[in-house]
């Protein structure tokens, strides 16, 4: 029970994390251009499509 409480911490602090990255880069991209670029959820998403097995 208790690994199972770890895995699922540990889950949501990486999610938590990648959420974070893509959030500063959008907030570093806007503030430079004043424009929003969706092509970082692109990126995102290709990398997570790659990533599974």
């Known amino acids: ?6 895995s699922q911490a540990v889950n949501g602090l990486v999610l938590g994390f990648l959420y974070v990255l893509i959030a500063i880069g959008l907030s570093i991209i806007f503030g430079m251009l004043g424009i929003v670029n969706f092509a970082h959820g692109a990126f995102f998403a290709i990398g997570a499509y790659l990533a599974m097995p």
């Open 1 to 6: 029970m208790l690994d199972m409480i770890l």
